[in-house]
């Protein structure tokens, strides 16, 4: 499995992931671009969440790393992806969920 080194983060996003791992020891980010839950990076304690041939490595947040299907990161390659983190409640699997904050994914496209 190719990793893209293609993932950045907010401060914000980064403090988050750090609490959330001396709460849960490790983690993974996924996201499958399917609708509702799927459509949000969703942040799983490690060996939760199968990762199979179909997902790519875009990198890794504070040691943490973030996958994406494959569909999915075919819309958002030529894209620069920011994880951040939004007030709200977002994907009931995701840990970070009780805390009233959600995962985000900012995208802005990459010039020339």
Same mark, same amino acid.
């Given at each position: 499995?190719?990793?893209?080194?293609?993932?950045?983060?907010?401060?914000?996003?980064?403090?988050?992931?750090?609490?959330?791992?001396?709460? !849960?020891?490790? &983690?993974?980010?996924?996201?499958?671009? #399917?609708?509702?839950?799927?459509? /949000?990076?969703?942040?799983? +304690?490690?060996?939760?969440?199968?990762?199979?041939?179909?997902?790519?490595?875009?990198?890794?947040?504070?040691?943490?790393?973030?996958?994406?299907?494959?569909?999915?990161?075919?819309?958002?390659? !030529?894209?620069? &992806?920011?994880?951040?983190?939004?007030? #709200?409640?977002?994907?009931?699997? /995701?840990?970070?969920?009780? +805390?009233?904050?959600?995962?985000?994914?900012?995208?802005?496209?990459?010039?020339?």
């Amino acid at each position: 499995m190719e990793t893209l080194n293609s993932i950045d983060a907010t401060e914000a996003a980064r403090s988050l992931i750090r609490e959330l791992k001396e709460e !849960h020891g490790p &983690l993974i980010f996924h996201q499958s671009g #399917g609708c509702c839950d799927g459509s /949000s990076p969703m942040c799983f +304690r490690e060996g939760t969440m199968i990762i199979g041939d179909a997902d790519v490595k875009l990198g890794e947040v504070e040691g943490v790393p973030f996958y994406m299907h494959h569909r999915q990161y075919e819309y958002w390659k !030529h894209t620069r &992806l920011t994880l951040d983190v939004v007030e #709200g409640i977002g994907g009931m699997f /995701s840990i970070e969920g009780p +805390r009233g904050v959600r995962f985000h994914i900012r995208s802005e496209p990459i010039e020339g």
